[in-house]
């Protein structure tokens, strides 16, 4: 029978394709949905006819490892439970998004271990696992609505061309599978980046979306020192910070990138563009230090969800944070770990600013040594 295909443009209520598209699962049933890189056919996890459906389509045998979607970042604790700090800042920055991750996994605690045996075969044949968290809402809510994740493959025959849209996965699946979900053409027409992630970096192990200059950035290191306007405590805590990594790493300021380290400052009420006040400047000039080049810059969903550690000047500025980002509570804390706040010295004599300087820097000192090399490049 050919399969049933519901475009989604055209849908009454998109909740009942969604309804459609879980029920064909857990029946066992094969259903194919579009993604942002190429169109997907996926099996339920806990579906054991339905894997064996999915292996047939594929002619692919247990040992040749299939993909796990999950439904987010924070799931994916669930089936490896010792994730890498390079896996967690990739999956923290990428997910929803093109790129799997492979990882090692024989964790006892690992969700894995409560799948159907042939399905614990298919996805860890070897004593790993690919993750991955598609950026398309329709199957995120799929999954919502099931007890476990799905096995997810491209849409096309074995040694076929990916199908990048709804018309070409039924010309090339055909019968074999039960609903085909039509979202109109992929984004990226392209497959999803498999990275294998290891305690001593990454390993592309399939080119995509995501080429390895893209992947080396999301990679990277990322460090941020926050205050009110980012133009008094955190540019200096910032270039402070900058060199005491560097010294840490051993390296110059100037070669941190390039060595994976990225450290940045911002404002919980900055303006974007505001040059360091003048007094910053001539503390830090006075320690060997140019700001004379600083822009402030405002904090952002996207710099707290790609940052690895944060420090606040104040503890109301962590409160003002985690107000608004309750899930970056273990990655921003107190820059002073005794718990004193650092003042501000706006308006203030320049003895003032060497003052505060001078317990950044002492703070900083303290934090760096904390860091474990690593959870660095």
């Known amino acids: ?11 009454a209520d998109v909740r009942d394709v969604v309804h459609r598209a879980v029920q064909a699962l857990v029946e ?12 997907g056919v996926a099996a339920s996890a806990l579906s054991e006819s339905g894997v064996n ?3 047939e389509l594929k002619s692919r045998s247990a040992n040749h490892p299939m993909t796990l979607s999950i439904r987010s970042a924070e799931d994916a604790f669930d089936y490896v439970p010792q994730i890498p700090p390079l896996g967690r800042r990739l999956a923290r ?12 996994d024989n964790h006892p605690d690992s969700l894995l271990q409560r799948l ?10 070897e004593g790993s696992v690919g993750l991955r968290v598609p ?6 809510d799929v999954m919502d609505l099931l007890a476990g994740p799905v096995l997810l493959t491209s849409a096309n025959r074995p040694g076929g061309e990916p ?5 070409e996965a039924v010309e ?21 980046s498999v990275v294998k992630v290891q305690k001593s970096g990454l390993e592309i192990l399939r080119p995509g979306v995501l080429n390895e200059e893209a992947l080396k950035r999301l990679s990277a290191f990322i460090a941020v020192v926050v205050c009110t306007g980012n133009t008094c405590r955190s540019p200096m805590g910032e270039a402070l910070l900058k060199k005491r990594l560097a010294a840490k790493v051993g390296c110059t300021v100037e070669e941190l990138d390039d060595r994976g380290v990225i450290v940045m400052s911002a404002g919980v009420a900055a303006m974007p563009g505001a040059r360091a006040s003048a007094e910053s400047v001539d503390v830090m000039n006075s320690m060997d230090i140019d700001i004379n080049d600083h822009a402030s810059q405002p904090v952002t969903d996207r710099l707290v969800r790609h940052a690895d550690l944060i420090f606040t000047m104040t503890s109301g500025h962590r409160a003002a944070l985690l107000n608004h980002w309750p899930e970056a509570g273990n990655r921003t804390h107190l820059l002073c770990k005794e718990g004193r706040d650092v003042s501000d010295p706006i308006g203030g004599p320049l003895a003032l600013y060497r003052k505060c300087a001078e317990q950044i820097d002492a703070a900083i000192e303290q934090r760096v040594a904390d860091i474990d090399l690593d959870q660095l490049p």
């Open 28 to 39: 066992g049933q094969l259903v194919v949905f579009p993604t942002e890189t190429v169109y």
């Open 163 to 167: 199908a990048n849209s709804a018309p």
């Open 172 to 192: 090339a699946l055909g019968d074999d599978v039960h609903l085909v979900i039509d979202d109109g053409p992929a984004r990226f027409g392209q497959a999803s």
């Open 135 to 140: 950026a398309h809402q329709m199957l995120l």
């Open 93 to 104: 920055r990428c997910w929803p998004g093109p790129i799997t991750l492979v990882m090692e």
């Open 116 to 125: 159907p045996a042939v399905v614990q075969q298919v996805v860890c044949p």
């Open 1 to 11: 029978m050919p399969p049933v295909v519901i475009e989604v443009n055209k849908a």
């Open 53 to 55: 459906r999915l292996l």
